[in-house]
């Protein structure tokens, strides 16, 4: 019941066309002085999309209530109530709260049950409030953080909603340990730290892992993946993750793009352009983590994540335009461009990946800004040679959320 709870804020949500109190909300509301009913009342809190209204309160048991609008009920979908929340979180955090409480049956609505909410809700909050402080050194004590959430839930099956509830944190965790490894610099987040990350992890879930450096990748005969890599004293790495959760059936493999700095090479970036380039990593380092949920949720497949990890600087031993580089595959590849390596490094990876006589493959990859001109940042493009499997990936991406 709403008045048990103990915490420093509770979360109570509404829609502008319905915005009469439940019986539960009502009873609570008089222990707390007609605080929402007043508020509702004087028009104070409407419930119009992300509003949030913050009231501190004089309660044994809480210092605050936020209400938090939802807009219209016909206009409501999980993209939207992410959003809410995640605002939300953020708002809260700011306001110095240290832990909140959310009513998840005011969430309740006609287009989805509660167990879709809930799921959506608990990865706002993870996602939200993620924060990178690996390497600041000052007012490290102005930092303000959320430690616990508690969802308030009038149902008898709590191990079902438990169930929810930690398979969307494993989601959420992959999201942010994806970002933290980004977000590292290059100086730090070699191609040698990157593989060293992946071994530990594959440790600690049971998955295999094998690595191979930058002598075991030329006697391969990886041409092209070399040639961008031999310019750095940063040496290469390939990252091979097997995670097996249905015997012998044949795997889907997932291919991430890992350079972990991209200076363009001869054909050098402009200086706007550069200082973003530890972000050419992020491919690979969802690859990895993706092996790691996929472990965590036992899933009933078998997947091989590989990690090409490599760095294109300049030296007297970097490829140069006009270069003829030979593949893994035996192709030939004239290099006009050293600014294109992304697809130098995947066309070796995504050829040894057929080693494994692979159901599907799918590679992930920070390859063009060209696609920020197509679509701006609200969606990820996507392109194969097999419709079924790009359905199964729009599919997946309107449950998830994640644009494509």
Do not use: W
Request: hydrophobic fraction near 40%; charge should be positive.
């Amino acid at each position: 019941n709403l008045e048990e709870i103990k915490g420093q804020c509770i979360v109570i949500a509404f829609f502008e066309d319905s915005l009469k109190p439940n019986k539960e909300i009502s009873d609570f509301d008089k222990l707390i002085g007609n605080v929402i009913s007043n508020s509702i009342k004087n028009r104070d809190f409407k419930a119009e999309k992300d509003e949030s209204k913050l009231f501190y309160i004089n309660n044994k048991n809480l210092k605050c209530l936020a209400l938090l609008g939802l807009g219209k009920e016909n206009d409501f979908s999980l993209g939207k109530l992410m959003e809410a929340i995640g605002k939300l979180s953020k708002k809260l955090r700011a306001s110095g709260i240290k832990s909140f409480a959310l009513y998840l049956g005011s969430f309740r609505n006609k287009n989805y049950g509660q167990n879709a909410c809930l799921e959506k809700i608990t990865q706002a909050i993870a996602l939200s409030l993620y924060q990178f402080t690996k390497f600041k050194t000052k007012d490290l004590d102005k930092l303000k953080s959320i430690g616990r959430v508690s969802i308030i839930a009038a149902d008898n099956d709590i191990s079902k909603l438990k169930k929810i509830v930690n398979e969307a944190l494993i989601l959420a965790d992959a999201v942010n340990k994806t970002r933290d490894l980004v977000n590292t610099p290059p100086n730090v987040a070699t191609p040698e730290y990157i593989a060293n990350h992946a071994a530990d992890l594959a440790k600690k879930n049971s998955l295999k892992c094998t690595i191979f450096d930058e002598k075991q990748i030329e006697k391969f005969g990886m041409g092209c993946f070399m040639a961008v890599a031999k310019g750095s004293a940063n040496k290469p790495r390939i990252v091979v993750l097997e995670y097996n959760g249905n015997g012998k059936e044949k795997p889907i493999i997932l291919v991430g793009k890992g350079v972990t700095f991209d200076t363009g090479g001869y054909n050098l970036k402009p200086s706007a352009y550069l200082t973003a380039m530890k972000d050419d990593k992020a491919g690979a380092c969802g690859v990895i983590s993706i092996l790691e949920a996929c472990a965590k949720l036992s899933l009933n497949v078998n997947v091989v994540g590989i990690a090409a990890l490599a760095e294109n600087m300049i030296s007297d031993k970097s490829y140069r335009p006009d270069d003829v580089l030979k593949s893994y595959s035996g192709i030939t590849v004239e290099i006009t461009n050293t600014d294109a390596e992304g697809r130098l490094v995947l066309a070796d990876a995504l050829s040894y990946s057929l080693e494994y006589k692979p159901k599907a493959v799918i590679d992930i990859a920070t390859l063009t800004g060209a696609s920020i001109i197509a679509l701006g940042y609200f969606a990820s493009p996507v392109l194969g040679n097999n419709q079924e499997l790009l359905e199964k990936i729009k599919a997946a991406s309107e449950k998830s959320l994640e644009k494509i």
